[in-house]
């Protein structure tokens, strides 16, 4: 969608979205500042625990400088907790009607989850060109991608489920490769975090795409 073309350039200038699954709300803005610290000025906070919202919140008042959306929204009530939270854009595993809409009508960004064409083109008929492939090695990976790329040109994907500092290059240097999401860079050791998003900006840094 046009109208959130800001908010994608920005996922895809990054290229990588940490996947955050915070256990206590404390922990989210030194985890902010370590992700952005290593390179990444994007996570995707998982509303797998109820410390979600407020970490969301917490993110947005105190580390400014992230784009932080939600993520495993998987129903309206955590899509209004989420919007709530300043959420900037929200991600969910699957293709739940009544949350994309609900979303979409409070003029946040949705990336709702597809494994199939049908779901793709469903996404279509709300304009939404932005998807989460998911689970992306599961699904066939890169190979799945390449095949979706045909006929659906128009469409740019952020495979998720199965992504790694060993395959994360395969999958950035596909054309209809937006981002890849992942969560391998989260560590309870904050300097490790840093370490590792480092490591992946570079290696993100030599492909060559165009977003």
């Known amino acids: 969608m046009e109208k959130f073309a800001e908010i994608y350039n920005r ?105 199939t064409p049908s779901e793709i083109e469903a996404a279509i008929e709300r304009g939404l060109n932005v998807l989460k492939f998911f689970p992306a090695e599961a699904l066939g990976g890169i190979a799945m991608l390449k095949s979706l790329s045909g006929p659906y040109s128009q469409i740019k994907f952020v495979p998720t489920g199965g992504i790694s500092a060993n395959n994360m290059k395969d999958y950035l240097h596909q054309k209809n490769v937006l981002a890849v999401g992942g969560s391998w860079m989260i560590q309870s050791d904050l300097e490790m975090v840093k370490q590792l998003c480092q490591e992946a900006c570079k290696v993100a840094g030599l492909v060559q795409r165009s977003v």
């Open 11 to 115: 996922i895809g200038k990054a290229a990588i979205i940490p996947v955050i699954k915070l256990e206590r709300v404390e922990e989210a803005v030194p985890l902010a500042r370590s992700l952005l610290a290593g390179g990444i000025p994007v996570a995707e906070v998982t509303f797998r625990t109820s410390a979600a919202a407020e970490g969301i919140a917490a993110i947005r008042r105190e580390v400014p400088q992230m784009l932080v959306g939600a993520g495993t929204v998987l129903t309206t009530d955590q899509a209004n907790a989420a919007i709530q939270a300043g959420a900037q854009f929200v991600v969910s595993p699957g293709s739940n009607g009544k949350i994309i809409d609900r979303v979409l009508a409070a003029g946040v960004a949705m990336i709702p989850g597809v494994a």
